[in-house]
């Protein structure tokens, strides 16, 4: 399934107060905003010294960037950290508490219990790499090229994928049915570009990464010499299967990654390998047509497979199994897993052991844990008041589609029937999985990891010959984040999003709208970004635009893609406008669209000053406070390479140039440094 989201490296919400359409008083008569309880727009946080047309992101958040350095332990620190650091307090609470009351039910002992396993070090300790042994001795087994595929075919129906990507999900162009798919893979470094560029940073994170593999063949038991023998093969096959990767630009087009293939077709691309059998393997039976992602990649795939020695893919596979495992083995697989992840992030500890296997339950057991987090931390009260805010927001965004002058009225029909078709999801499921399958025990941590693995598999793979089940989620309550589904023309919030910075009950509508209005305003602009345009009413990758119409939207999207190539980041790092463009585009329309939804509630109506700031500035301000993040730069330079949205200042001062309003609510004037002639500001959405 794809999924646009919100955030940096995840994703954030908060939300708003008013109704689809408030009434309109008379300017004497309009309600005043009564003052908050706190201030949300706090001017200790702000670097008054910098002009807000030079830098309206350090304006609004210089002096919090400087008090608030990055924790030891993490990697960056910003208001979505913040965030999702109380979303872990809440579920360490809850899975404490389950951990002392197992016999409550089911759900309290497969949370407590899988909390348990994963705190009790003692245990894990003495077991060392013992939970591995069964699979590197099956693995010593394979002595052909066909058993090395049924090797391939068992693991993955353990939750072990390797060599390429395996899913089920629904057709692109027939969203009514679920198909198996194939996408590229095979590697470990966070992309292609680590193994072939040659700046000095690639190369010093290739040196370590090899020496990462020699060190941790040698814990499983390799003399140094052959570790360092297999840790040269490792690098070698994962080299060349990065060269045949397709970039992560290309991974953005839909149409591009979209190949529908007969079995036997796929297979007669592949002599080596048999899908129609392989399939059979996966527990996928009766299939005959299949998605592929990059047929190239896969014919490259085969040939490297049939030169390649069994023993050497045996080594592939046996690093594999060690790299899945290594975090829930002992400590020293944990220590040295941790002492690479320093040298590609920057970070300097390692991240709590609670929060670790609060976000792994998360991760595994999601629905039983958001159903205890949604009993505790969400109120009812607080759907309907987003539900509320959705509603204005999709009558701002109806304005904006009737008044565009470079879209046809044919086309503007079209984009109003998806507009009204989106499906809204807000706090947590409908209906919750049960997990029916997944057997936790409190002495065996590792077992429940690979427990948890298999059922998730399996639920994948019984979906096949079922009815699509548009009620599913692609994120659990206790997430902070939020995002858009193309196939299902949906967007979703979940709980753990629906809180400050993001929005608070208390707060005036301009924090909520800058703040939770611009990301259901940004969600809503994904289905009308450069992919999610491609996408009809009913989730179907097809075309519903007039050729003029295209060429006009992608003009313009042109420029923000211009835009944003020329924000230098790191040394020779610049922001990748390409690869960032739908989250571009979506943090600039839910920014325009936020704010004429804002315009419309009594506080919009007035000038009214708060804490010395009216209306329009805080709702600007607001939504600076968002992306507030100070970055390591490792981390930085990795998610340059890896992430589909900018870094936070960008994202704040991107948009921010290109909104009429934000000139005139803070004065922004010739020979500022942010300042777009009004011929140059580009207007999309």
């Not at 670097?47 to 990697?75: E, Q």
């Not at 040939?303 to 020695?309: D, F, I, K, R």
């Not at 571009?584 to 109506?605: E, H, M, R, S, V």
Request: proline content about 5%; overall charge positive; charged content about 25%.
């Amino acid at each position: 399934m794809s999924q646009r989201t919100i955030c940096l490296s995840a994703a954030v919400v908060a939300f708003g107060l008013m109704a689809a359409t408030p009434p309109t008083l008379p300017k004497d008569k309009a309600p005043k905003p009564a003052a908050p309880k706190r201030k949300f727009i706090d001017p200790e946080n702000m670097d008054t010294s910098v002009k807000p047309g030079d830098n309206f992101y350090r304006y609004a958040n210089g002096n919090w960037l400087r008090n608030n350095p990055i924790p030891a332990s993490k990697t960056s620190w910003g208001s979505f950290n913040e965030l999702r650091e109380k979303s872990l307090d809440a579920m360490k609470s809850l899975l404490e508490e389950s951990a002392k009351t197992t016999t409550k039910g089911r759900l309290y002992q497969m949370v407590g219990d899988f909390y348990a396993s994963g705190m009790d070090s003692l245990t894990i300790e003495k077991r060392g790499f013992d939970p591995i042994r069964p699979d590197l001795a099956r693995i010593e087994k394979v002595n052909n090229k066909t058993a090395f595929f049924d090797e391939l075919a068992y693991q993955r129906a353990q939750g072990n994928g390797m060599l390429f990507g395996f899913f089920v999900a629904q057709d692109r162009k027939n969203v009514n049915k679920y198909l198996p798919q194939f996408s590229q893979g095979g590697t470990t470094l966070p992309d292609r570009d680590y193994y072939l560029k040659n700046d000095a940073r690639s190369q010093k994170i290739r040196e370590a990464y090899r020496d990462h593999l020699t060190k941790m063949f040698v814990l499983i038991g390799e003399e140094p010499t052959q570790a360092s023998q297999d840790a040269d093969l490792i690098m070698r096959l994962e080299t060349a299967l990065a060269k045949v990767q397709m970039p992560r630009v290309e991974l953005r087009d839909p149409y591009k990654t979209y190949n529908k293939l007969a079995v036997a077709a796929f297979s007669k691309q592949t002599p080596g390998i048999n899908w129609a059998d392989q399939l059979v393997k996966y527990g996928a039976k009766n299939q005959d047509t299949v998605l592929v992602q990059s047929p190239a990649f896969f014919r490259s795939l085969d040939s490297l497979v049939a030169a390649t020695p069994v023993e050497d893919l045996r080594t592939y596979m046996r690093w594999n199994i060690l790299k899945g495992a290594a975090p829930y083995l002992s400590d020293a697989f944990v220590k040295q897993n941790f002492a690479f992840t320093r040298v590609l992030t920057g970070q300097k500890e390692q991240t709590p052991r609670w929060q670790r296997i609060s976000g792994l339950i998360d991760g595994t057991l999601g629905d039983l844990l958001g159903q205890l987090y949604v009993q505790q931390y969400f109120k009812p009260e607080a759907k309907q008041r987003m539900l509320a805010l959705v509603d204005n927001l999709e009558a701002s965004y109806k304005e904006h589609i009737k008044n565009l002058e470079w879209m046809s009225d044919d086309t503007k029909k079209r984009a109003l029937t998806k507009l009204t078709s989106f499906k809204r999801k807000i706090g947590y499921p409908d209906k919750w999985k049960n997990y029916d399958g997944v057997n936790i025990a409190r002495n065996d941590f590792f077992g429940n990891v690979k427990s948890a693995s298999k059922w998730s598999y399996n639920y994948m793979i019984n979906r096949l010959g079922k009815p699509v089940d548009r009620t599913e989620w692609g994120m659990t309550p206790p997430t902070v984040n939020a995002y858009y589904n193309p196939v299902n023309n949906e967007i979703a919030f979940p709980a753990a999003i629906l809180q400050f910075p993001f929005f608070d009950f208390d707060a005036d509508d301009a924090v909520n709208y800058g703040g939770i209005g611009a990301v259901i305003g940004h969600e809503m602009t994904h289905g009308f970004d450069d992919s999610g345009r491609q996408y009809d009413a009913d989730g179907t990758l097809r075309d519903w635009w007039t050729k003029e119409d295209a060429e006009n939207f992608k003009q313009r999207a042109g420029k923000v893609e211009a835009q944003f190539f020329g924000y230098k980041v790191l040394d020779s790092l610049k922001v990748n406008g390409k690869l960032t463009l739908g989250e571009n585009l979506a943090d600039l329309g839910g920014l325009a669209i936020a704010y004429d939804a804002f315009k419309k509630t009594p506080q919009g109506k007035l000038k009214t000053k708060i804490d010395g700031f009216t209306p329009d500035q805080r709702f600007f301000l607001s939504w600076a406070q968002v992306w507030r993040i100070n970055v390591l730069p490792e981390t930085q330079a990795q998610l340059i390479l890896t992430d589909p949205h900018s870094p936070g200042m960008y994202r704040c001062n991107g948009p921010l140039s290109n909104i009429d309003a934000w000139y005139q609510a803070f004065n922004v004037q010739p020979g500022d440094k942010m300042y777009k002639s009004k011929e140059e500001r580009i207007k999309v959405w």
